[in-house]
T-cell receptor, first 116, second 113 residues
């Protein structure tokens, strides 16, 4: 149990376009999901915390209008990178916490975004 | 606030040898501690976690870690590694009952034949 999926696994887009990444908890309900960004050979940087039915909480330095997060249900959160630029190219990883298990995050497989 | 330091960026080791990946943390409150493994172009997989109780924690794939409060450490060990253990390993900490998890910079374990 505790499987998290992400879609797409990789995406290439042109500069100026928007890209949506989905994060789904497949076999559990997640009141909280997290979005991370990972640069090559570096650690995970928390971008925002997404709570079902409410606005996301963004970390300092993360542009809210640039990275739109929607947590529409207990099993789905989406990250939209708006007007993407080459510097937004990165590996984006989501994680989810089960409702009854608040100490552990379960991670998705990640999405590789390349902006040309 | 919590912080975590992984003391080694890379650890090369021969197959079937033992390995220890070091992790130190700092916190003014009680903590939860985690080790995750990441294979190339994949997400993170939980190896083990310490929440409370026994300081020796056993995880998947033969890994174990020991919580040492006095030394604020949570080192990861495996008595005999395999080629397939080659991956990036992340130590992470969160305040007990807290919301955010802070990740270390990662340690690249490279197992050689």
């Amino acid at each position: 149990g505790a499987v998290v999926s992400q879609h797409p696994s990789w995406v290439i887009c042109k500069s100026g376009t928007s890209v949506k990444i989905e994060c789904r908890s497949l076999d559990f309900q997640a009141t909280t999901m997290f979005w991370y960004r990972q640069f090559p050979k570096q650690s995970l940087m928390l971008m925002a915390t997404s709570n079902e039915g409410s606005k996301a909480t963004y970390e300092q330095g993360v542009e809210k209008d640039k990275f739109l997060i929607n947590h529409a249900s207990l099993t789905l959160s989406t990250l939209t990178v708006t007007s993407a630029h080459p510097e937004d190219s990165s590996f984006y990883i989501c994680s989810a916490r089960r409702v009854a298990e608040t100490d552990t995050q379960y991670f998705g497989p990640g999405t590789r975004l390349t902006v040309l | 606030a919590q912080s975590v330091t992984q003391l080694d960026s890379q650890v090369p080791v021969f197959e079937e040898a033992p390995v220890e990946l070091r992790c130190n943390y700092s916190s003014s409150v009680s903590v939860y501690l985690f080790w995750y493994v990441q294979y190339p172009n994949q997400g993170l997989q939980l190896l083990l976690k310490y929440l409370s109780g026994s300081t020796l924690v056993k995880g998947i794939n033969g890994f174990e870690a020991e919580f040492n409060k006095s030394q604020t450490s949570f080192h990861l060990r495996k008595p005999s590694v395999h080629i397939s253990d080659t991956a990036e390993y992340f130590c992470a900490v969160s305040a007990a009952g807290g919301f955010k998890t802070i990740f270390g910079a990662g340690t690249r374990l490279f197992v050689k034949a």
